[in-house]
């Protein structure tokens, strides 16, 4: 992928909750997936990616973490490494989240970018806002804003729809970028979860739905 693809597609991991951590500890993941979509944009080139992290929160609400996984975007970049950080609690039954992530491609340092977030939770329905003041090193702001309101269909099996809206300085030149997708996630035995999940965008090139299938493992250490 060119740089100017990198640009648009590149960084931030979306899926980070905003709600208050429900323990504190430290836990880990581990997962296998038929693609890794990154805001409707497969960062694998369609390929399986194997990804893990590691996660401590304390019961004041301040927590960090750590991601990788695979990638195959061009530039000799073989993965992305994300570190983050941030404070969640509750006011009532309104969940806040508020951090900073660091994302790193090694063999890919000019796609390295650093975001801020705040998000918040109600109802079921959470919503987070991303920005950045140097997408990719391009000196370009960049906003990224999702929503998801998961649907418990049964005690085990849960369907979330989510969509997001990529904006800002970054995406003069090009087309701003709608992503949206749903997931049927099954809670297995063992701390096994089995997600199938179907995304897309607007983006001129790779609208087309993706399906993807994973199976993901989470442990406390």
Do not use: H
């Amino acid at each position: 992928m060119k740089m100017k693809q990198i640009v648009v597609c590149a960084a931030l991991m979306s899926a980070a909750c905003v709600s208050a951590p429900a323990f504190a500890g430290a836990t880990g993941n581990a997962g296998v997936f038929s693609d890794y979509i990154f805001r409707g944009i497969s960062q694998t080139g369609g390929a399986a990616a194997v990804q893990g992290g590691l996660d401590y929160s304390s019961e004041s609400g301040l927590y960090a973490g750590t991601w990788i996984s695979n990638i195959n975007f061009g530039a000799g970049t073989q993965y992305e490494t994300d570190f983050y950080g941030g404070f969640a609690g509750k006011v009532g039954e309104f969940g806040y989240d508020v951090g900073v992530i660091q994302y790193y491609y090694r063999g890919a340092t000019p796609a390295n970018t650093t975001e801020f977030y705040a998000g918040g939770s109600l109802a079921g329905l959470s919503a987070k806002l991303f920005y950045t003041n140097d997408l990719a090193s391009t000196k370009d702001s960049a906003f990224y804003v999702t929503a998801n309101y998961p649907i418990a269909l049964s005690k085990t099996l849960t369907l979330t729809p989510a969509v997001g809206y990529a904006f800002g300085d970054a995406y003069d030149s090009t087309k701003e970028v709608l992503d949206y997708g749903v997931t049927l996630s099954k809670a297995l035995n063992e701390g096994f979860t089995f997600s199938f999940g179907l995304t897309g965008t607007d983006r001129d090139g790779t609208n087309d739905e993706t399906l993807v299938i994973g199976l993901k493992k989470s442990f406390d250490l």
